[in-house]
């Protein structure tokens, strides 16, 4: 690997940002129909011309069947899922089976390379005895214009708690809107009392939005590694990220991200609040660090479920280093995944403990397996925090993804699907290099809704 001849600096980002991508939001809070003129709510959000289109387009639906038990959340397709209808969304497949505690969902996609790579990932440089980030090493391109045909891997839903029309109508324009900070268009309901239920299936980050610095920062791989079966390939053309499969077979367990998105001013909510997801995010905003905005400074309104955290930072206290390395990687997956678990059973081990010749070693059979150390730390969420269970299969050029959730979570910052004769309105953002969903995800919401047992 050639040393960097110079530090791309980029500035970090909103935490757990949602549909930004090609086929997520487009024009945030656009719907193409037409719409009337812009207002503007008593929290100072503008409502950007969010209304109903003139044109009546028909919400996708997605139906879910009752079952005596859900099937097994692995990635793999159980023979249960045939008694659901499947409903078709440009590339993507989805399908709903309930019992009478839990929900599940299944979803998948093509997608010719398996992407888990990130910008924050660890290189370490023997020679020099120092590691750097990927996007230190390579202009990580990901949302940069004028192409924008580059992005992670990256599943989210919405839901909608208490947004009502504005959310039926636009989809994720429900809960985009333009801020009184800054003037510019950022997740936040548009009055005090709205909020919108999102998670992060696969990947969470934050986003800098504007002219050129429209890119991704603050990423991370969600799910664990569990295993990784017959041959690899790898994409070695991609001179940005050559550390993604293009064959293989790869299984992955975990927790969503699971937030609320809230008005601006919202009284129930703050960045300066003390739990586990602003500590987090403050170890880059609360500091002079690659230009990270103060926290209080934040125009968005996105915020962490109330509970432990599933993933913390692979930082040392300088950030010029990983805390935690694998010590014998086994694979690919087993490399570029840490858990906690992993270094409670010494699996992984701390840099700081590593003489300068084991960390060469250990460096070079990240080598062989073409891999780098991961920026997040996974490790068991609690409380509401730990609500929506994934399991994921990449395999030769598809994604399986299933997840699931209890109905009703007891939570006061969760969507309750409480009432099975009611429709729920979601939306979905998913790229995967290239826009493989329906504009309608992004038009307007889609609707679950409950099949009762005939």
Not at 175 to 203: I, N, Q
Not at 346 to 359: D, I
């Amino acid at each position: 690997m050639a040393k960097p001849g110079w530090r791309y600096i980029v500035v970090l980002s909103l935490l757990a940002c949602l549909t930004i991508t090609v086929v997520g939001c487009g024009t945030p809070g656009m719907p193409s129909g037409k719409t009337e003129g812009a207002k503007t709510s008593s929290d100072g959000w503008q409502a950007s011309n969010q209304t109903v289109p003139v044109e009546f387009i028909a919400p996708l639906v997605l139906e879910a069947v009752k079952v005596d038990s859900l099937p097994a959340i692995d990635g793999d397709i159980d023979p249960i899922w045939g008694q659901a209808p499947a409903l078709q969304a440009g590339a993507l497949t989805m399908k709903a089976v309930y019992t009478e505690k839990e929900l599940a969902l299944l979803m998948f996609w093509p997608d010719r390379t398996m992407s888990i790579n990130t910008p924050g990932n660890w290189n370490y440089f023997a020679e020099e005895n120092k590691w750097y980030h990927n996007d230190e090493l390579v202009n990580w391109t990901f949302f940069r214009p004028p192409t924008r045909q580059r992005q992670p891997e990256w599943l989210a839903m919405g839901w909608d708690i208490s947004i009502g029309q504005e959310f039926a109508a636009t989809g994720c324009g429900g809960f985009c809107h333009k801020s009184p900070v800054d003037g510019k268009m950022h997740h936040a309901t548009a009055r005090r009392g709205e909020y919108a239920d999102f998670w992060m299936l696969m990947g969470r980050h934050g986003f800098k939005s504007g002219g050129k610095e429209d890119y991704i920062e603050d990423m991370g791989w969600l799910l664990g590694g569990v295993s990784q079966q017959g041959p690899v390939v790898f994409d070695h053309a991609d001179k940005m990220d050559p550390r993604q499969p293009i064959a293989g077979t790869f299984y992955f367990r975990g927790y969503a991200v699971d937030g609320i998105i809230a008005s601006y001013n919202d009284a129930k909510f703050s960045y300066a609040a003390v739990t586990e997801g602003n500590q987090y995010c403050s170890q880059c905003h609360n500091i002079e660090w690659r230009g990270a905005m103060p926290m209080d400074k934040i125009p968005a309104r996105t915020f962490l479920d109330e509970g432990k955290i599933p993933f913390y930072r692979n930082w040392n206290k300088e950030h010029t280093a990983p805390l935690y390395v694998k010590k014998n990687p086994v694979s690919f997956i087993d490399a570029m995944t840490i858990t906690q678990e992993e270094i409670d059973n010494g699996q992984a081990v701390m840099v700081s403990n590593l003489t300068l010749k084991e960390l060469k070693e250990i460096w070079s059979r990240y080598e062989q397996l073409n891999a780098v150390v991961p920026e997040l730390i996974l490790k068991e969420p609690s409380g509401s925090a730990a609500n929506v269970r994934v399991g994921a299969k990449w395999s030769n050029g598809w994604w399986y993804l299933e997840c699931k959730r209890a109905l009703k979570t007891g939570h006061w910052d969760d969507i309750q699907f409480d009432d099975l004769t009611k429709n729920y309105h979601f939306t979905i953002s998913l790229s995967s290099n290239s826009n493989t969903l329906s504009p309608l995800f992004s038009d307007k919401a889609a609707i679950l809704r409950f099949k009762p047992r005939s």
